[in-house]
């Protein structure tokens, strides 16, 4: 978000409550959240090793009407991680991720940032688990437990949550 964008949704987010407060409620009626953000914060969790934040995202992410589908999580990750391995590689630099995962500006630095918190490799791992976890989206069986379609794909991302967590905690 630009500095306009960020000053024109102060200002509606003023103006709409005016003259009371400014709530969280109101937030989230007036400002539209990508369900990629959301992912991408999801990403920023598994690789801090917060279990507990990135359970919690989870739930956040298939819960209620503006719940995310569980490949849109699955391509979001797949980025995030993307930009970590590449990140890891030696004398690797922005424009590396900019050219091979098509990541600048913020979430580069993000990546770069991540990069060096991680164990050596852990990026690749972690993009190998990512690639399983799409199969298991599409193609496993695991995918229709449960009493829904979503309730399989669910416990399928969980399980790769799971493993993601254990490969970032080292």
């Known amino acids: 978000m630009n500095r306009f964008e960020t000053l024109l949704t102060i200002s509606i987010l003023a103006l709409a409550a005016a003259p009371g407060e400014v709530t969280r409620e109101l937030v989230d009626a007036l400002v539209v959240t990508d369900p ?39 391509r979001t990750l797949a980025r995030h991680f993307r930009g970590i391995a590449v ?6 630099g922005k424009g590396d991720l900019e050219r091979l995962v098509g990541l600048k500006g913020y979430p580069a630095d993000k990546a770069l940032e991540q990069a060096g ?32 379609p ?21």
């Not at 919690?56 to 819960?63: F, I, Q, R, S, T």
């Not at 990140?87 to 690797?92: D, L, R």
């Not at 490799?121 to 190998?128: F, H, M, R, S």
């Not at 309730?151 to 993601?164: I, K, N, T, Y």
């Open 36 to 74: 990629e953000a959301k992912a991408y914060l999801l990403g920023d969790l598994i690789v801090q090793g917060d279990a507990r934040g990135a359970y919690a995202m989870l739930a956040d992410l298939a819960g209620g009407s503006d719940s995310t589908h569980p490949i849109v999580i699955h």
């Open 87 to 92: 990140a890891q590689q030696p004398g690797a």
């Open 150 to 170: 979503e309730d399989g794909e669910r416990f399928v991302l969980e399980m790769a949550v799971r493993d993601l967590l254990g490969a970032c905690r080292g």
């Open 117 to 148: 918190r991680l164990a050596p490799g852990t990026g690749e791992w972690c993009v190998a688990r990512v690639a399983d976890l799409e199969l298991d989206l599409r193609l496993s069986e695991l995918r229709h437990l449960g009493q829904s």
